[in-house]
């Protein structure tokens, strides 16, 4: 037995099924990335729309596209200078028209990103602001204040950006606006009406044009309770643990947000979907989730899990209980352009002491040692309990040819706020964010015709798509089979713990489908049935440790 045996075919359909995101198979592309069609080195609109034949070979239901706005890059494209256009460098709004129609043309949806929380600091309304007087219209879309101290140099309150340094920027008239990510990423006041009217334009604009849905960047920190004194940071409530008391995350008050959306959305045939980006607790984010605001949160408890069978099982049966008791649909993630790759991950030090591979972004020498072959290994195991559970599951480019993280670009390439902003004290995100190798030559392999902008190693050759491809035990094959077969065997949402040992993940779905993990070390017995797919070779007729596989009953 090798692995990557399958089962079953069906190809991709766009159906007209309003709930077609509870089950869907999203695939994320990183648009700067993917492919370039213009050889400048930076992937766009158009190089996405050819390599559509390859999202449909690979099985998706939909496609996240990150942020394709104009924007100077102060954060990967997350610092928006209009939400109602696209950066030059990545195409125009034909691109879009044209990507959305070959997208659909093979069945597959698109959702975009949008960024409410924060405009950049080259948006007109940012602009704006600043040319005009405190206190001016223009200046309440964002959150200005005066500063504190006999002179007002001292910034309003002592919050920190999530990049790290003040949240508060100084502007020449000497007050100072709010910003919890980049400097370049003016918070926007979402009390403010005009505020809100722009972006329901906003989500129309793209509706109108045929986008299925939305991914809603920082959907937890749009409402504030700006009233003065400010809270100091060290009495700030942890945001995991708020119950809505935290000034800028997950406040009640941003439901009514979504709940205006709502409306929106269903205005549509089929109602627009959207999903939360929203890190709230786990028992807060259903709210999020529910059918009268966005529908979908995201739920990254599998991206924060070692790969430990607790771990595992414990993200997995909170989040299948909380969605029993309500109803909120099933979203599972093992990466995404924020994080370390998840076959990086799994091949660090799993001992309790490294945060998700955290520590591993550092650069200031501590870095462990990475077991890339076991990394990928687990990798391909995870990817099979994931497509197994009940819901849908959110894919990155590039996890789908088992790429790690490329931890050893030089730090004058570093473009990610988490980099540059910490004096390079961390890596940030830009290992994720390296553009993907298609072909086994040239200059950026097959990415485009000029050098990428971020420098692709050595190890993407074998890791491309086009040896994964005529390979068909690779992950590349393993990842296209599996997306088949659960399309013919998840049909529902049932899920079902079988009793075992504790190294060992294995659940049955309706139809007695079985996935079954081994993270012990010792190979263990296969359960009695067909097996349509392995992650790795069985070892005489045993699963061996940090495999997994998919069991079908005899004759089905
Ligand atoms: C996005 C990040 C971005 C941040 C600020 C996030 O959660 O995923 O990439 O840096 O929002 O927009």
Request: glycine share 8%; net charge negative.
């Given at each position: 037995m090798t692995g990557n045996v399958a089962t079953g075919s069906g190809d991709a359909m766009m159906t007209?099924?309003?709930?077609?995101?509870?089950r869907a198979v999203v695939y994320q592309v990183y648009p700067r990335s993917f492919?370039?069609?213009?050889?400048?080195?930076i992937g766009d609109l158009a190089g996405i729309t050819s390599r559509v034949g390859y999202l449909r070979d690979l099985g998706v239901d939909a496609v996240w596209l990150s942020p394709f706005y104009p924007?100077?890059?102060?954060?990967g494209g997350y610092d928006?200078?209009?939400?109602?256009?696209?950066?030059r460098t990545l195409g125009t709004l034909d691109d879009v028209d044209d990507l959305v129609t070959a997208l659909h043309d093979v069945g597959i949806r698109l959702v975009i990103d949008v960024v409410p929380n924060h405009t950049s600091d080259r948006h007109a309304w940012f602009r704006e602001a600043l040319a005009?007087?405190?206190?001016s219209a223009a200046r309440e879309r964002y959150v200005f204040r005066d500063g504190t101290g006999a002179d007002g140099?001292?910034?309003?309150?002592?919050w920190q950006s999530l990049f790290g340094g003040p949240a508060w920027t100084r502007v020449p008239d000497g007050q100072w606006y709010l910003h919890l990510?980049?400097?370049?990423q003016p918070d926007l006041d979402w009390s403010n009406h005009e505020v809100r009217d722009d972006f329901r334009r906003t989500l129309r604009f793209w509706a109108d044009r045929g986008v299925d849905g939305f991914r809603v960047?920082?959907?937890?920190?749009?409402?504030?309770?700006?009233?003065?004194p400010f809270t100091p940071a060290s009495d700030l409530p942890d945001p995991m643990l708020?119950?809505?008391?935290?000034?800028?995350?997950?406040?009640?008050?941003?439901h009514d947000i979504y709940a205006e959306w709502r409306h929106l959305f269903n205005e549509y045939d089929p109602p627009r979907s959207a999903v939360a980006e929203a890190s709230v607790h786990h028992t807060r984010r259903p709210r999020y989730a529910s059918p009268d605001g966005l529908g979908q949160a995201f739920n990254f408890d599998l991206l924060a899990a070692r790969w430990d069978p607790d771990d595992l099982r414990d993200a997995i049966s909170t989040n299948v209980a909380q969605s029993t008791a309500t109803g909120a649909s099933l979203t599972w993630v093992l990466?995404?352009?924020?994080?370390?790759?998840h076959a990086t991950r799994y091949g660090?030090?799993?001992?309790?002491?490294?945060?998700v591979g955290q520590e591993w972004?550092?650069?200031?020498?501590?870095t462990p040692a990475l077991d890339r072959d076991l990394g990928r290994r687990r990798a391909r195991a995870a990817v099979l309990l994931l497509l197994a559970l009940p819901g849908s599951a959110y894919l990155y480019q590039g996890e789908e040819l088992g790429l790690h993280e490329v931890?050893?670009?030089?730090?004058?390439?570093l473009q990610d706020p988490l980099a540059t902003q910490s004096g390079g004290a961390q890596k940030g995100r830009d290992g994720c964010r390296v553009p993907l190798p298609?072909?086994?030559?040239g200059p950026s392999l097959g990415f485009g015709d000029a050098p990428p902008h971020l420098p692709q190693p050595d190890w993407f050759v074998d890791a491309s798509v086009a040896v994964q491809a005529a390979d068909p035990h690779s992950t590349l094959r393993l990842y296209r089979d599996a997306i088949r077969c659960r399309r013919t065997l998840g049909d529902t949402d049932e899920m079902q713990w079988h009793d075992?040992?504790?190294d060992v993940l294995h659940f049955v779905r309706s139809g007695g489908w079985q996935a079954i993990a081994n993270l012990g070390s010792t190979p263990i017995p296969v359960p009695d049935g067909t097996i349509v797919l392995t992650s790795a070779p069985l070892l005489d007729s045993l699963l061996p440790p940090d495999t997994a596989a998919w069991i079908i009953p005899n004759g089905s």
């Open positions: 007209d099924d309003a709930q077609w995101w509870r492919a370039d069609s213009n050889g400048d080195g924007s100077a890059l102060a954060d928006v200078d209009d939400h109602r256009d696209v950066d005009d007087q405190p206190g140099s001292r910034p309003p309150s002592d990510f980049a400097p370049q960047d920082v959907a937890h920190g749009l409402a504030k309770d700006l009233t003065e708020a119950d809505g008391s935290h000034p800028y995350w997950d406040r009640d008050e941003v990466s995404n352009h924020d994080s370390v790759r660090l030090p799993q001992d309790g002491d490294h945060d972004l550092l650069s200031n020498g501590t931890g050893d670009l030089p730090r004058h390439v298609w072909t086994r030559e075992s040992t504790p």
